[in-house]
Protein backbone atom coordinates (compact mmCIF):
# COMPACT_ATOMS: atom_id res chain seq x y z
CA UNK A 1 0.00 0.00 0.00
CA UNK A 2 1.07 3.60 -0.64
CA UNK A 3 1.01 6.15 1.72
CA UNK A 4 0.18 9.51 0.89
CA UNK A 5 -0.20 12.78 2.31
CA UNK A 6 -2.72 15.88 1.03
CA UNK A 7 0.04 18.63 0.04
CA UNK A 8 -1.04 21.98 1.76
CA UNK A 9 -3.89 24.25 0.72
CA UNK A 10 -2.00 27.15 -0.49
CA UNK A 11 0.31 24.31 -2.62
CA UNK A 12 -2.85 22.94 -4.51
CA UNK A 13 -4.32 26.34 -4.73
CA UNK A 14 -1.76 28.07 -6.25
CA UNK A 15 -1.61 25.06 -8.67
CA UNK A 16 -5.29 25.87 -9.61
CA UNK A 17 -5.48 29.32 -9.86
CA UNK A 18 -4.96 29.10 -13.75
CA UNK A 19 -8.43 27.24 -14.13
CA UNK A 20 -11.86 27.67 -14.56
CA UNK A 21 -13.42 24.17 -14.79
CA UNK A 22 -11.51 21.49 -12.88
CA UNK A 23 -12.39 17.50 -11.77
CA UNK A 24 -10.83 16.80 -8.66
CA UNK A 25 -10.32 12.84 -8.94
CA UNK A 26 -10.13 10.83 -6.03
CA UNK A 27 -8.76 6.95 -5.99
CA UNK A 28 -10.40 4.73 -3.83
CA UNK A 29 -7.36 2.59 -2.82
CA UNK A 30 -4.32 3.83 -0.75
CA UNK A 31 -4.62 7.23 -0.56
CA UNK A 32 -8.56 6.57 0.80
CA UNK A 33 -7.73 4.35 3.07
CA UNK A 34 -4.97 6.47 4.65
CA UNK A 35 -7.45 9.37 4.66
CA UNK A 36 -5.70 11.89 1.80
CA UNK A 37 -7.40 11.10 -1.22
CA UNK A 38 -10.83 9.34 -1.09
CA UNK A 39 -14.01 10.24 -1.79
CA UNK A 40 -14.09 12.23 1.58
CA UNK A 41 -11.11 14.10 1.04
CA UNK A 42 -12.15 15.04 -2.76
CA UNK A 43 -15.20 16.59 -0.74
CA UNK A 44 -13.75 18.67 2.00
CA UNK A 45 -10.91 19.73 -0.83
CA UNK A 46 -13.48 21.20 -2.77
CA UNK A 47 -15.38 22.96 -0.59
CA UNK A 48 -12.21 24.31 0.81
CA UNK A 49 -11.68 26.02 -2.77
CA UNK A 50 -14.46 27.12 -3.85
CA UNK A 51 -14.86 28.84 -0.84
CA UNK A 52 -11.28 30.18 -1.19
CA UNK A 53 -11.90 31.59 -4.71
CA UNK A 54 -15.13 32.81 -4.26
CA UNK A 55 -14.04 34.98 -1.34
CA UNK A 56 -11.31 36.19 -3.94
CA UNK A 57 -14.59 37.03 -6.51
CA UNK A 58 -12.83 34.50 -8.47
CA UNK A 59 -14.69 31.91 -10.86
CA UNK A 60 -13.93 28.38 -10.39
CA UNK A 61 -15.74 25.56 -10.52
CA UNK A 62 -14.71 22.13 -9.14
CA UNK A 63 -16.23 19.23 -9.05
CA UNK A 64 -15.24 15.34 -7.23
CA UNK A 65 -15.37 11.96 -9.20
CA UNK A 66 -13.51 9.42 -7.61
CA UNK A 67 -12.16 6.16 -8.50
CA UNK A 68 -11.93 2.47 -7.55
CA UNK A 69 -7.76 2.39 -8.35
CA UNK A 70 -6.37 5.33 -10.41
CA UNK A 71 -3.32 2.78 -11.50
CA UNK A 72 -6.12 0.44 -13.03
CA UNK A 73 -7.92 1.27 -16.27
CA UNK A 74 -10.87 -1.14 -15.58
CA UNK A 75 -12.02 1.98 -13.56
CA UNK A 76 -11.65 4.24 -16.31
CA UNK A 77 -14.10 4.01 -19.10
CA UNK A 78 -16.47 6.23 -17.00
CA UNK A 79 -13.87 8.89 -16.54
CA UNK A 80 -12.71 9.31 -19.51
CA UNK A 81 -15.87 10.68 -20.77
CA UNK A 82 -16.73 12.73 -17.74
CA UNK A 83 -12.70 14.50 -17.85
CA UNK A 84 -13.58 15.55 -21.13
CA UNK A 85 -15.77 18.25 -19.96
CA UNK A 86 -13.14 19.74 -18.04
CA UNK A 87 -10.28 22.09 -18.57
CA UNK A 88 -7.62 20.12 -15.78
CA UNK A 89 -8.08 17.47 -13.18
CA UNK A 90 -6.26 17.58 -9.85
CA UNK A 91 -5.54 13.70 -8.67
CA UNK A 92 -5.49 12.54 -5.44
CA UNK A 93 -3.81 9.58 -6.16
CA UNK A 94 -0.30 8.19 -5.59
CA UNK A 95 2.17 9.25 -7.93
CA UNK A 96 1.71 6.58 -9.79
CA UNK A 97 -2.08 7.13 -9.98
CA UNK A 98 -1.33 10.35 -11.29
CA UNK A 99 0.79 9.07 -14.25
CA UNK A 100 -1.88 6.32 -15.59
CA UNK A 101 -4.05 8.67 -15.74
CA UNK A 102 -1.78 11.70 -17.68
CA UNK A 103 -1.36 9.11 -20.02
CA UNK A 104 -4.93 7.80 -19.84
CA UNK A 105 -6.24 11.24 -20.39
CA UNK A 106 -3.56 13.00 -22.57
CA UNK A 107 -5.61 16.10 -23.67
CA UNK A 108 -6.39 17.05 -19.81
CA UNK A 109 -3.51 18.57 -17.61
CA UNK A 110 -3.16 16.32 -14.65
CA UNK A 111 -1.81 17.98 -11.38
CA UNK A 112 -0.75 15.96 -8.26
CA UNK A 113 -2.28 16.88 -4.83
CA UNK A 114 -0.58 14.26 -3.15
CA UNK A 115 2.80 14.29 -1.35
CA UNK A 116 2.86 10.35 -2.10
CA UNK A 117 4.97 7.67 -0.71
CA UNK A 118 6.50 6.27 -3.65
CA UNK A 119 9.40 5.12 -1.59
CA UNK A 120 6.66 4.03 0.87
CA UNK A 121 5.79 0.70 0.11
CA UNK A 122 4.17 -0.34 4.06
CA UNK A 123 3.12 -3.65 2.62
CA UNK A 124 4.08 -6.57 1.09
CA UNK A 125 3.55 -6.86 -2.51
CA UNK A 126 1.98 -10.31 -2.47
CA UNK A 127 -1.33 -8.89 -1.12
CA UNK A 128 -2.80 -8.82 -3.92
CA UNK A 129 -1.78 -8.88 -7.81
CA UNK A 130 -2.27 -5.16 -8.28
CA UNK A 131 -0.17 -4.13 -5.68
CA UNK A 132 2.63 -7.02 -7.75
CA UNK A 133 2.36 -5.08 -10.99
CA UNK A 134 2.63 -1.78 -9.29
CA UNK A 135 5.42 -2.17 -7.32
CA UNK A 136 7.40 -3.01 -10.53
CA UNK A 137 6.36 0.55 -11.66
CA UNK A 138 7.39 2.22 -8.41
CA UNK A 139 10.36 1.27 -8.00
CA UNK A 140 11.22 2.89 -11.14
CA UNK A 141 12.01 7.31 -10.87
CA UNK A 142 8.73 9.04 -11.84
CA UNK A 143 9.09 10.37 -15.26
CA UNK A 144 6.53 12.52 -15.08
CA UNK A 145 7.27 15.18 -12.38
CA UNK A 146 4.53 17.66 -12.12
CA UNK A 147 6.86 20.14 -10.91
CA UNK A 148 5.42 24.12 -11.06
CA UNK A 149 8.09 24.57 -14.39
CA UNK A 150 6.75 21.73 -15.95
CA UNK A 151 3.57 23.05 -14.51
CA UNK A 152 3.99 26.35 -16.42
CA UNK A 153 5.18 24.16 -19.90
CA UNK A 154 2.05 22.38 -19.54
CA UNK A 155 -0.16 25.30 -19.44
CA UNK A 156 1.65 27.34 -22.32
CA UNK A 157 0.94 24.33 -24.66
CA UNK A 158 -2.34 23.56 -24.06
CA UNK A 159 -2.97 27.53 -24.29
CA UNK A 160 -1.19 27.65 -27.43
CA UNK A 161 -3.77 24.42 -29.13
S1 LIG B 1 -3.35 4.83 -7.81
FE1 LIG B 1 -3.13 2.70 -7.14
S2 LIG B 1 -1.26 2.69 -5.93
FE2 LIG B 1 -1.87 4.83 -6.15
S3 LIG B 1 -3.14 5.32 -4.38
FE3 LIG B 1 -4.54 4.62 -5.94
S4 LIG B 1 -4.75 2.40 -5.63
FE4 LIG B 1 -2.94 3.06 -4.50
Same mark, same amino acid.
Given at each position: MIVGERKPFDEIKEMMKSFKKVLNVGCGGCTSICMAGGQREVGLLNEELQNAFKQEGVPFQIDGFTI @????? $???FPDLDEIARTYEAILSMACGAGVQFLADRIPFSLAWTGISDG????? $?? $? @??ASWERQLESVLLQDVPKAFSMDLAGELLEKANAK
Open positions: @ERQCN $ADFLRKIV $AP $A @ES
